[in-house]
């Protein structure tokens, strides 16, 4: 059974960086494609970027872009969130997720997306 292990998360201050890590153990294959979400609050849960199943194509939703990076090493099965210029309102819990299939061109949309993590939590604060 394929499973999704967050961390990276913690407290940083307006204008740092963190990166969050998303190993993935159990699957049978590893070109799918991988999203990013979080659900801050009070709040519903947003999608923040993907990855498509060779690399080729990334999204990024327009508060993050710029700022976000997406990234992958596959001999670690692992997919990287690289957050610069963090502000008060990246403020969330977030998770990946995984489609388990081909993915040409990678949605923020949860839909797809089949197996998720336990979440790691990011509060950006003075």
């Known amino acids: 059974q394929g499973r999704l292990v967050e961390s990276g998360g913690g407290l940083v201050q307006p204008g740092g960086s963190l990166r969050l890590s998303c190993v993935a153990s159990?699957?049978?294959?590893?070109?799918?494609?991988v999203g990013w979400f979080r659900q801050a609050p009070g709040k519903e849960r947003e999608g923040v970027s993907c990855?498509?199943?060779?690399?080729?194509?990334?999204y990024y939703t327009d508060s993050v872009k710029g700022r976000f990076t997406i990234s992958r090493d596959y001999a670690k099965n692992t997919v990287y969130l690289q957050m610069d210029s963090l502000k008060p309102e990246d403020t969330a819990v977030y998770y990946c997720?995984?489609?388990?299939?081909?993915?040409?061109?990678?949605?923020?949309?949860?839909?797809?997306?089949?197996?998720w993590g336990q979440g790691t939590q990011v509060t950006v604060s003075s």
């Open positions: 997720a995984i489609e388990p299939q081909f993915v040409q061109y990678c949605a923020i949309v949860s839909g797809p997306y089949e197996y």
């Open positions: 990855i498509s199943s060779n690399d080729d194509n990334t």
């Open positions: 159990g699957f049978t294959w590893d070109h799918y494609g």
